[in-house]
């Protein structure tokens, strides 16, 4: 006959090997392929070119066939530096995105949790925001980017934007 403690050591084995398992196959049956969003071309115009210093917020939604991606962008740009950062309706942490010049890098989370590539993000930002012929920047009203050939369309709110020294 065993003993009470050998018999919580075997239960509790148990249990570990269970949840490795169900670990294991919740992970593996997570996508791992490319975003539902393809990387879209566009420019990325230099850090240089964009004037001032500020912080800004953007309320974004991403549309495409059969989702709705809705997430907060907060937008600050500091001497050559740009970074966006996506946050979830949460406030979790979706993606980061630090440009200097021309030249960006990213940190975000997989395919499986983020549809749109955060390039697009960042791409589409410059169109809005930064090209030469974009909006003047006292006119903020909501609007809308499609995308038919990349098959989704982008739509950016302005929250609310301050300079920085």
């Given at each position: ?68 991606f809705p997430f907060e962008l ?15 309706p949460l406030g979790a942490k ?72």
């Amino acid at each position: 006959m065993r003993s009470a403690y050998e018999r919580r050591v075997r239960a509790m084995r148990g249990w570990i090997a269970c949840a490795a398992w169900l670990g294991g196959s919740a992970c593996s049956s997570l996508p791992i392929g490319s975003r539902a969003i393809p990387d879209c071309p566009g420019e990325i115009y230099s850090t240089r070119q964009i004037p001032g210093n500020f912080a800004a917020r953007e309320r974004v939604t991403v549309t495409a066939k059969d989702l709705e991606f809705p997430f907060e962008l907060v937008v600050q740009k500091s001497g050559d530096d740009l970074v966006l950062i996506g946050l979830s309706p949460l406030g979790a942490k979706l993606f980061s995105v630090v440009q200097i010049g021309t030249e960006p890098s990213v940190d975000a989370l997989p395919a499986a949790v983020l549809p749109i590539p955060p390039l697009n993000v960042l791409r589409d930002l410059h169109r809005l925001r930064f090209a030469p012929q974009s909006k003047a920047a006292s006119d903020r009203e909501p609007v809308v980017i499609d995308h038919a050939e990349c098959g989704y369309s982008i739509r950016f709110e302005m929250l609310g934007e301050e300079p920085l020294p």
